[in-house]
Structures are given as structure tokens and as C-alpha cells.
């Protein structure tokens, strides 16, 4: 099985700043990476798929970007709706898929 | 549009099997897999298994003997049975839409709240 490890696990940052949050995979996934924002008590939202294709609707301050086995999430610009649990997962060993553990991000 | 709601019980006791239904419209399910996804409390997320659109099933291998995932095409629903709970099954149960096949989760339902507890 394909494993999936995010780092931090949780971070401060304030309002205004960039962030990044890492995802590194046991093995090449060839950018099949989805990026999730999950709000408490929300269910996970589609950020970004394919490593770096952002998802209809979302904030053009989230990118992704990586390749192989290494892979990030960046935010510019962070914003207060921008508290939330964010999640990696790959899909590339279909049928299987893995999530990260995910990162907490908070305002400092 | 696209929409996906998970219904059952919320409270089960040990050694029960639990039963889930998750009602989907906007899309069809011969179109989509949807798989179903748990989120312990306070904790990540496990994919648990999914259901192709061509029908067949795969289930991830730590809770395989114990789960089975079904769908009824004419009623847009799709079942999770899982038998012989325990306590650490307690979680949040959402089913999600496979975008593409097996891609990653475009549209999740709302979750559904399990707890195993006697």
C-alpha cells in the first residue's frame, strides 16, 4: 500500500501570510494527488486534483504543484475562511486510495 | 446539481452489523463509483470502499471480511453493511463521488454520525 505522509501536522500562521504544507508519497504517484479543505463539523472539500488543477470554484490563492513522490499545497495570502483541516490523497494505485493525516491550520 | 446524503442508525452496540444508505441525485450511478469514507473523532480520513459505476466493488484490505458495499440503480442509493462492529468503527461515514474513474472525491455527502458503544 501506498503511503501518504503530511507535514506539519499543524501550524500557526497569520492572516496575510503564505503557507505550504507537504505532502510526501512511498512511492512515485505521478501526480495523481487531490488536495482537501475540511472546516469542523463540514465534510472535505475538492481543492485541488491532479497535483496542481485547481477545482471549479476555489480560491485562486490555493495552488498546488510537486511531482513523483513530493508534493505541496500553497496558500498566498491566507485568509480567516481559510481555517481548516487540510488533507492530501492519492488515487493513483487504483482502486486504492490513501489520505494523508492532515495538517490543522490555525490563525496565530 | 450533484447531491449526496448519508441516512442510519446513529447508535450501535458491539457485534451488531450496521447498515447505511447513501441517496444520491444530479448524477447517475452507472456514470460514477462512490465510495464511502470514515473519519474517526477528531482523526483523518480512511477510505473504506467503493462502487464502480460497471458495479463491482473494492474495499480496502482492513476491513474487507467484514464490509460489503451494494447499490440500487432505479432508487439512486447506494449500502454499506458492515457486521461484527467494535468500538474503534465509531466515526463520521460520508459517501463521496468518485470524479473520473478513480479519481479523486468531487462531492461528498453531509456524514453520518456512527457510534459502537454498549
Known amino acids: 500500500d501506498i503511503r501518504m505522509t503530511q507535514s506539519p501536522a499543524s501550524l500557526s500562521a497569520s492572516l496575510g501570510e503564505t503557507v505550504n504544507i507537504e505532502c510526501l508519497a512511498s512511492e512515485d504517484i505521478y501526480s495523481d494527488l487531490a488536495w482537501y479543505q475540511q472546516k469542523p463539523g463540514k465534510s472535505p472539500q475538492l481543492l485541488i486534483y491532479n497535483a496542481n488543477s485547481l477545482q471549479n470554484g476555489v480560491p485562486s490563492r490555493f495552488s498546488g504543484s510537486g511531482s513523483g513522490t513530493q508534493y505541496s499545497l500553497k496558500i498566498n495570502s491566507l485568509q480567516s475562511e481559510d481555517v481548516a483541516t487540510y488533507f492530501c490523497?492519492?488515487?493513483?494505485?487504483?482502486?486504492?486510495?490513501?489520505f494523508g493525516a492532515g495538517t490543522k491550520l490555525e490563525l496565530k | 446539481q450533484v447531491q449526496l446524503e448519508e441516512s442510519g442508525p446513529g447508535l450501535m452496540q458491539p457485534s451488531e452489523t450496521l447498515s447505511l444508505t447513501c441517496t444520491v441525485s444530479?448524477?447517475?450511478?452507472?456514470?460514477?463509483?462512490v465510495g464511502w469514507v470514515r473519519q474517526p473523532l477528531g482523526k483523518g480520513l480512511v477510505w473504506m470502499g467503493t462502487i464502480w459505476a460497471g458495479g463491482s466493488t473494492n474495499y480496502n484490505s482492513a476491513v474487507q471480511s467484514r464490509l460489503s458495499i451494494s447499490r440500487d440503480t432505479s432508487k439512486s442509493q447506494v449500502f454499506l453493511k458492515m457486521n461484527s462492529l467494535q468500538p474503534e468503527d465509531t466515526g463520521t461515514y460520508y459517501c463521496a463521488r468518485h470524479d473520473g474513474y478513480g479519481g479523486p472525491f468531487a462531492y461528498w455527502g453531509q456524514g453520518t454520525l456512527v457510534t459502537v458503544s454498549s
Open positions: 490523497q492519492q488515487y493513483n494505485n487504483y482502486p486504492m486510495n490513501t
Open positions: 444530479g448524477f447517475s450511478l452507472t456514470s460514477n463509483g
